[in-house]
């Protein structure tokens, strides 16, 4: 699996999906892996309890991968290490987004027409469909809380961002425009939303508050920007931007202001997440001529790392809330 230039960048902290996949193209926003792999996400470690938290106090980076033949979701422990699949069925799972108590993970599913949200626990189990809807509902961001679940769907014509409870029910529209309207993002502190927009002909990064009111550009782009998301802190919002052939990843302060370019990689670098403690990003990248693999750098954009090495598509890193105890 390689990055592919015909492809479009999806969904906050965000996955992949190839540019001719049944899923609603919300961005126009080219960053994508190839079609063998179909998305790349993230996911949880396997668990021990019903609960659904791990045995073990560790961070852990979610992703999906394609190395056993079909799109699945796995987790590996932070540094690598302890590689785990959480899903096996023969249609593509993946966007999982973990729930901040890090027990629940929703994440998106080709198993039904269209594609739906769904949730499990954290061990992979009690797998279940939350937006049963024949439109396109992809995932998604779990409120500061707990309590509900942004994202996005065209079940009203345009792609548009929505809020659901936890379980699926109480679903609220948020955004209402012509233009497709994704990648929901929710700050650490419940307040406001990022998404991504092309109302102003490219995708751009957008914020709202949590009840939809005050949609306001955040900051102008030459190319196409995608993939919000929050520090821990609340202070700064990473994300993809994509000019021409390239796609880098940046960061800019939650005003809009100190933009900062983090890194300068020939090829598509996408999917930032951070890690619990704001210090560190993971991401994807075909930088090394291979598919596309997980690399983890620091914040400022240095001490770039290599974690996943094989001849699939790895991608769309997710890092745990934080390390998971019993």
């Not at 960048?9 to 179909?38: H, K, W, Y």
Request: with cysteine.
């Amino acid at each position: 699996m390689s990055l592919s230039r015909g492809a479009r960048c999806d969904n906050a902290g965000a996955a992949l999906v190839p540019a001719n996949s049944s899923e609603m193209q919300p961005l126009g926003f080219t960053i994508r892996l190839a079609a063998a792999l179909g998305l790349i996400a993230a996911a949880l470690l396997p668990v021990g309890s019903a609960t659904g938290l791990t045995t073990a106090a560790r961070e852990q980076i979610a992703f999906s991968s394609n190395r056993d033949g079909d799109t699945e979701i796995y987790v590996m422990d932070a540094d690598g290490a302890r590689v785990r699949r959480l899903t096996h069925t023969p249609k593509f799972d993946g966007f999982p987004r973990w729930s901040p108590d890090g027990r629940k993970i929703a994440f998106y599913s080709q198993r039904t027409p269209g594609g739906d949200g769904w949730v499990m626990n954290a061990d992979g189990s009690g797998q279940r469909n939350l937006t049963r809807n024949p439109a396109h509902d992809g995932c998604c961001s779990w409120s500061p809380d707990g309590t509900l679940i942004a994202f996005d769907s065209n079940r009203d014509g345009a792609g548009d961002v929505y809020t659901m409870k936890a379980d699926g029910t109480g679903v609220r529209r948020l955004t209402d425009d012509p233009a497709t309207d994704s990648n929901a993002a929710w700050s650490p502190d419940g307040k406001t939303i990022a998404f991504v927009s092309d109302r102003g002909g490219r995708g751009e990064l957008y914020l709202m508050n949590a009840d939809g009111s005050d949609q306001r550009r955040l900051i102008a782009s030459p190319g196409n920007d995608g993939a919000p998301g929050w520090s821990p802190d609340g202070r700064r919002i990473a994300f993809v931007r994509e000019l021409g052939r390239n796609a880098d990843i940046y960061s800019v302060m939650a005003d809009g202001s100190g933009l900062r370019r983090l890194t300068r990689s020939p090829g598509f670098d996408a999917d930032p997440s951070w890690s619990p403690d704001g210090r560190k990003l993971a991401f994807t990248s075909d930088r090394d001529q291979r598919a596309g693999e997980i690399y983890v750098m620091n914040a400022n954009g240095g001490g770039v790392r290599r974690l996943t090495d094989n001849n699939a598509g790895d991608g769309g890193p997710a890092w745990s809330p934080r390390p998971l105890r019993r």
